[in-house]
Nanobody
């Protein structure tokens, strides 16, 4: 069964850091766009960051971020381990949520950042991040 596996969530105080990992070896042979999403109780799922992992040459940045996390979060790919990580620095209480990793296939690298949650095919079970003030 194809799936993604997240890890690295936890509880921290505001201003601290966490590093989330998404193990995607089972889908990387057909997915070329990986995203992190988050959802808090009573709120809609929102995109946090995306990265194109398809291997095609891209003239420019292969990543995309929500305005709320720009400058604080960094998404990256560890090619050797088929893992996509989300480094979260300067965490705020409003970052508290369940974080999900998702993967999709996109026709063009430039469309990876704009891919909506509904268009991601593979999802993980989520990892909880709690930031206290």
């Amino acid at each position: 069964q194809e799936h993604l596996v997240e890890s690295g969530g936890g509880s921290v105080q505001a201003g601290r850091s966490l590093r989330l990992s998404c193990e995607a070896s089972e889908v990387t042979y057909r997915a070329n766009c990986v995203g992190w999403f988050r959802q808090s109780p009573g709120k809609q799922r929102e995109g946090v960051a995306t990265i194109y992992i398809g291997g095609l040459y891209v003239n420019g940045d292969t990543t995309g971020y929500a305005d709320s996390v720009k400058g604080r979060f960094t998404i990256s790919q560890d090619n050797g381990k088929n893992t996509v990580t989300l480094q979260m620095n300067s965490l705020k209480p409003e970052d508290t949520a369940m974080y999900y990793c998702a993967a999709a296939w996109v026709r063009y690298p430039s469309t990876c950042p704009g891919t909506k949650a509904a268009d991601f095919t593979w999802w993980g079970q989520g990892t909880q991040v709690t930031v206290s003030s």
